[in-house]
């Protein structure tokens, strides 16, 4: 990578996000990290982010509402959105349209990247 690609990850799920950030890091990627969707929020409308990594099974409102804000305000609409979940496939297929890909729990590694590369590079971020 020629430039550091800063990634968010968000999820309620303490260790999935401590792996997550470390394969993220061990890859060269600046990762920040929230544990509950209003932090995530926060965070997104505060910084500039490559890509966007959020659980959408979490407490007090659904990571679906947080898609759905990211690609609705212009200053972060192009951001891309991976979510990852442990809901059936058709669901998230059913009930979403904005995020940009899934990954259904639990997946490997090299599925984690292999999605966050094909993302940066449809983007043209990688």
């Known amino acids: 990578m020629s430039t550091t690609k800063t990634i968010l990850v968000i999820d309620d799920e303490t260790e999935l996000v401590d792996a997550i950030a470390t394969i993220l890091l061990g890859e060269g990627y600046m990762v920040e990290t929230a544990f509950t969707l209003d932090e995530g929020k926060s965070k997104i409308t505060q910084g500039k982010y490559n890509l966007v990594i959020s659980d959408i099974m979490m407490p007090h409102w659904g990571g679906f509402d947080l898609v759905d804000a990211i690609k609705e305000n212009p200053e972060t609409s192009s951001t891309p959105v991976l979510v990852v979940t442990g809901m059936d496939t058709e669901i998230l297929n ?28 449809k983007n043209g971020t990688s």
């Open 94 to 121: 059913a009930t979403n349209t904005f995020a940009d890909a899934c990954l259904i729990k639990p997946f490997t590694g090299k599925q984690l990247l292999d999605k966050v590369n094909e993302l940066l590079l």
